[in-house]
């Protein structure tokens, strides 16, 4: 009897181990699934770096300009260890990342964070969720950006394919622009004149000016390639004030990825890129080796009246010899034809919009576009730059020597606060005293907003924001202005990514334009265009709680105070609040 009552006990201890694996199968799948977490340290650092024949001292993450690149695959975790040896206060934004309840995270200055002061850390937390594909780091804090950036690559979950041929390989190709002198003694000067600030001397890409410019032949990026193979060039504009076309000599690219987001692929032989975007391409090469080698090329798109860094940078695309043909050496390279693209006139607005209305969602069911099709509350914001009274007996060098330069949104000028507004929000709201505000839904003061400007082009200043409750859909018409010249605006918004379901020029039309909306398969991104003299429309469910920056990604519009902020409450669910604050968040 004991040996039996024993088999039995055995028996039933089987089962219940065996049941118990079963009921824990669905957890270790999605554990296998669920991603890693993968450390990074990030050391601001100065480092003397040259070019034009410049030598000056710039901020950068491990010495290395561009920065370092940050490879990831969908539902990683990412812990990023700043430490700041460097003067100026620092803080590093991950440009596109949703930060789902993770905004202590976001890194723009004074917004979720203070920045990190001289002999501090700080890590950077966050987890990728629902996102694959190329984004970017770079520093939120006055112009630090010029020098502090890097790609973000998103690769796919394991054994899940891209939705189009896997390349032979990837590369990332972040366009910036080099300023021989201090860009913070730039903006400084800008800021305290009122006038618009200087202009870089070089555009580059990957650090690189390239052969267009003085003394910078041996500074030229170089696209290496093979006949017949496929190449994945996942491209960044991290320009700071400057839209750019590129285009590469006699290939055609085909775009497949905006800002992190799979697009239905199409051919052009020119992309537009505003700062902040990202645009993943396919450059299929040609079959034979060509005898030839050929210039990619990036100039601005240029809708403004100020001042831009009118020039032009280039890059290689060189084919590998034959291995037959290796006796030739590396001067035969020399004495190939040397194509070179034609690239948009540097107004031509007409392509930058027809480029933009090409890009659509894939909307398939493994890539759904989860457009808001009810919408809970409705803005219209005008942006665009505007004036400031020049301080008593001073004379300025705005428009007018007695005016400064500003820029708002509904003529609201940002001014930055001197705490963190998540910190501010976060303890209110956790004493139930909820951070309210006064910022206006639609201008106070309806104007002809693309016609004759008013005489009065004041802004008024303040630190405003725009409450909503968690999970409220939002439509958004960014409506541009004339005041002191139409131009383009790259807008922005952290947190969230929003779908681009209308725009036009003109005018908003608020009954008739929303009959063309697109709500089946419109672009998803983070950074939008106002086209120049015109319109944007775009919504998004703010389903992530905290305080989200939304700003222009021309840094001088920035600068000038063309930004708001944006409070999303905490919903009533566990999953739907914003954590406490990280120990080792910076104090102002």
């Not at 300023?179 to 009122?194: H, M, P, R």
């Not at 005008?382 to 060098?397: E, I, M, R, W």
């Not at 405003?464 to 439509?475: A, D, G, Q, R």
């Amino acid at each position: 009897m004991g040996a039996t009552s024993n088999f039995l006990s055995v028996g039933a201890l089987f089962i219940i181990i065996l049941l118990s694996s079963l009921w824990l199968l669905p957890e270790l799948a999605i554990a296998k699934h669920a991603g890693i977490t993968r450390h990074y340290k990030f050391d601001i650092q100065m480092q003397n770096v040259t070019r034009l024949c410049h030598t000056k001292s710039i901020v950068t993450v491990n010495g290395q300009f561009p920065g370092p690149k940050i490879v990831a695959r969908e539902g990683d975790r990412l812990v990023i260890k700043v430490v700041n040896h460097v003067q100026n206060n620092i803080s590093l934004h991950w440009h596109g990342i949703r930060q789902l309840r993770s905004g202590w995270a976001d890194g723009p200055a004074y917004i979720t964070q203070c920045p990190i002061q001289t002999g501090q850390t700080y890590v950077y937390n966050f987890t990728i969720v629902g996102q694959r594909g190329t984004l970017w780091w770079h520093a939120h804090i006055s112009w630090l950006r010029s020098t502090l950036y890097g790609p973000i690559i998103i690769l796919p979950k394991h054994n899940v394919p891209y939705p189009f041929a896997k390349p032979d390989k990837e590369i990332p190709i972040i366009f910036g622009e080099w300023f021989n002198v201090d860009t913070e003694a730039i903006v400084n000067q800008a800021l305290q004149t009122g006038g618009g600030p200087n202009v870089s001397d070089a555009y580059t890409i990957n650090g690189l000016p390239g052969p267009l410019y003085n003394c910078s032949t041996k500074d030229t990026f170089k696209l290496k390639v093979k006949p017949g193979k496929t190449y994945l060039l996942r491209m960044i504009n991290a320009a700071l004030n400057d839209e750019l076309f590129v285009s590469i000599a006699n290939h055609t690219l085909t775009v497949v990825d905006a800002d992190a987001i799979y697009v239905k692929p199409f051919k052009t032989d020119t992309l537009l890129i505003t700062p902040g975007q990202t645009t993943n391409v396919l450059l299929k090469t040609k079959s034979q080796y060509p005898n030839a080698t050929f210039l990619m090329l990036a100039r601005p798109y240029a809708t403004g009246l100020g001042t831009f860094d009118n020039s032009t940078t280039a890059g290689i695309l060189e084919y590998e010899l034959p291995s037959k043909s290796s006796s030739f050496g590396t001067n035969s390279l020399k004495k190939l034809p040397l194509f070179k693209p034609q690239l948009p006139a540097l107004n031509d607005t007409s392509f930058a919009t027809n480029f933009t209305k090409k890009l659509r969602s894939l909307a398939t069911a493994q890539f759904p576009a989860n457009v808001p099709q009810t919408v809970d509350r409705r803005f219209f914001f005008t942006v665009g730059l505007g004036t400031n009274p020049c301080p008593k007996n001073h004379t300025c060098q705005g428009p007018t020597n007695s005016t400064k330069f500003a820029a708002s949104i509904n003529n609201i000028s940002f001014i930055m606060p001197t705490t963190a507004l998540l910190q501010t929000h976060f303890f209110r709201q956790s004493n139930n005293g909820l951070l309210t505000t006064t910022f206006p839904t639609k201008p106070l003061i309806p104007f002809n907003y693309t016609g004759t400007p008013p005489n009065n082009t004041n802004v008024s200043n303040g630190t405003k924001l725009v409450v909503l409750p968690f999970n409220t859909s939002v439509e958004l018409i960014m409506q541009g202005t004339s005041i002191l010249g139409a131009e383009s605006h790259p807008l922005h918004l952290h947190g969230f990514n929003f779908f681009v379901v209308g725009q036009g020029f003109g005018n908003y039309n608020p009954n008739k334009d929303p009959a063309n909306f697109n709500l089946i398969d419109p672009v998803e991104r983070n950074t939008v265009g106002v086209p120049v003299g015109g319109w944007v429309a775009i919504r998004f469910h703010a389903d992530n709680p905290g305080v989200w920056f939304m700003h222009c990604h021309l840094e001088v519009h920035t600068s000038w105070g063309l930004k708001m902020a944006w409070v999303v409450l905490d919903g009533k669910l566990p999953n739907q609040k914003l954590p406490p604050p990280p120990s080792d968040l910076p104090k102002c």
